[in-house]
């Protein structure tokens, strides 16, 4: 976390809070001397801590275990859970982080400067600046950067919900009890602006005309190496690989050199006789099997910070109701909802489980999961802390 006080930047506990004198609450100790409790949420620092183990193990032993790795495209594996996690968490965190900063411009400034600093180590980190680590050769070809990544897509996230907590929430309800739909009633207007998103990504993926479009083959091990190859597309609303909408806007608008050069679907059954493992390309693969594919795309990422207000409602929950029965409630069935809605669009082929285009029924199925996760850890915490 930046420089600054504690209190205004951790993420603080309600509960703790609620048994702090007044002058506390407020910033200021009535003994500046005595140490301070901890006030950060413990569920969901063990909901954090097993992200990232999960991020370590699908990294590690993914490509021995397709069953725990990304999906070629359509599914969900373990994998394709970890993004989604980590966008929950950033924005349950994001109500309690800003909940005491009343200067609306100090939080923006704030929200911005961690903004650029996570675009920062993302590009440098994903942006090809180390070409062949065995061999110490650095530096980056800006012709080819890839501007994409996992940290950027959080960033993107963050700054946008961020914003939109700042902007639109309103001092007089931030210590206000709640109880039931409420909370929705009381942050409207941010469920209006996911709609908004919901409806953009929507009508561009089904709505925008994809043309045949051309690629020259990077991999030197394909037997196609350097040469310029054709993918026959015409038509819109196509969620197959080399047809959608999303891999058509980063096309135009990143440009395909700054793609992702080893994307998922290289393991699809259509592009190895190996799959889902990665192997050697079939003899017969259709071209796009060799092209880039920039799975944390633009349109895809603007999907993604739906995820992010899904966790932002979490914390409102957090921050505003006072029983934990009622929070783990409330919390319970938003979790199942979703999971059930995702489950259904998935099922009816209404719109697939997809990562890669993180299509609506994706982002339904995992916020869901992240929803009852953090109930569960939720629930252990506090009986062990409290039994």
């Known amino acids: 976390m930046d420089g600054g006080r504690k209190d205004v930047d951790a993420e603080e506990d309600p509960d703790r809070l609620r048994g702090h004198p007044a002058s506390e609450v407020d910033g200021v100790d009535e003994d500046e001397k005595a140490p301070r409790r901890s006030r950060r949420v413990a569920s969901l620092d063990v909901f954090r801590g097993l992200t990232v183990a999960l991020m370590i193990l699908v990294d590690g032993a993914g490509g021995e275990w397709p069953v725990i790795g990304h999906a070629p495209w359509n599914g969900c594996n373990l994998a394709d859970f970890v993004m989604p ?109 996911a709609c908004f998103i919901l409806v953009i990504y929507l009508s561009l993926v089904y709505g925008i005309y994809v043309p045949d479009w051309e690629f020259r083959v990077s991999d030197a091990k394909n037997p196609n190496y350097g040469k310029v190859l054709t993918v026959t597309c015409g038509t819109r609303g196509n969620l197959d690989p080399p047809c959608n909408a999303v891999g058509y806007i980063d096309r ?34 259709p071209a796009w099997c060799a092209a880039p594919f920039e799975p944390e795309g633009i349109l895809s990422s603007l999907s993604a910070v739906l995820s992010t207000i899904v966790g932002v409602h979490y914390g409102h929950v957090l921050v505003h109701m006072k029983r934990h029965t009622d929070r783990l409630k409330q919390w319970f069935i938003m979790g199942i909802s979703l999971l059930a809605l995702g489950l259904i669009l998935h099922f009816s082929h209404a719109i697939p489980l997809n990562k890669q285009l993180y299509t609506s029924s994706y ?10 996760v953090f109930c569960l850890f939720y629930f252990l915490v506090k009986t062990f802390k409290n039994p």
Request: hydrophobic share 45%; proline share 5%; glycine share 8%.
């Open 252 to 285: 135009q608008l990143l440009g395909i050199n700054h793609m992702y050069h080893k994307p998922a679907w290289r393991r699809h059954r259509a592009c190895t006789d190996d799959s889902p493992h990665e192997g050697p390309p079939k003899t017969d693969a």
């Open 363 to 372: 982002i339904c199925v995992t916020a869901g999961a992240a929803g009852i």
């Open 85 to 193: 996690f980590f966008l929950f968490i950033v924005g349950m965190a994001i109500p309690l982080s800003l909940k005491r900063i009343p200067d609306r411009g100090r939080a923006v400034r704030r929200v911005v400067i961690r903004t650029l600093k996570l675009l920062f180590w993302g590009i440098l980190l994903q942006g090809g600046y180390s070409h062949a680590p065995d061999e110490l050769t650095y530096g980056v070809d800006m012709k080819h950067i890839r501007w994409c990544g996992i940290l950027q897509r959080i960033a993107l996230a963050y700054l946008v919900v961020a914003v939109l907590e700042i902007v639109t929430k309103n001092a007089k309800v931030q210590d206000q009890a709640s109880s039931g739909f409420s909370i929705f009633r009381m942050y409207f207007s941010q469920w209006i602006v």
